[in-house]
């Protein structure tokens, strides 16, 4: 009479192989993330961060201009800008 199978003895804990992977890659050097800024990039942030006492300015007075009804949209001007995307 068998009591077990030969090839169900491994078959007690299938996971033990993933389990002892897991406990023995704790412990290897993990891989960090890196980002890199390009040249561009850094020019237009220091470009925006000089210019942003200008542009604050020009955001309060356009919100004083639509709070009080006087700030006149021109469409002409937008249509222009607009017209190089709706062409593409």
């Known amino acids: ?5 030969t090839n169900r ?3 007690l804990n299938p996971y033990q192989k993933q389990n002892e992977t897991r406990v023995n890659g704790t412990n ?9 800024i390009s040249a561009a990039a850094k020019e237009m942030l220091s470009t925006s ?5 200008e542009r604050t300015k ?3 007075q356009l919100k004083r201009a639509v709070a009080s009804g ?7 001007k937008i249509a222009e ?3 190089p995307y709706l062409k593409e």
């Open 1 to 5: 009479m068998k009591i077990n199978e």
């Open 9 to 11: 003895i491994g078959g």
């Open 28 to 36: 290897k050097a993990r891989q960090k993330d890196e980002v890199q």
């Open 49 to 53: 961060q000089t210019s942003s006492t």
């Open 58 to 60: 020009q955001i309060e």
């Open 70 to 76: 006087t700030y006149h949209v021109e469409a002409g």
């Open 81 to 83: 800008k607009l017209l």
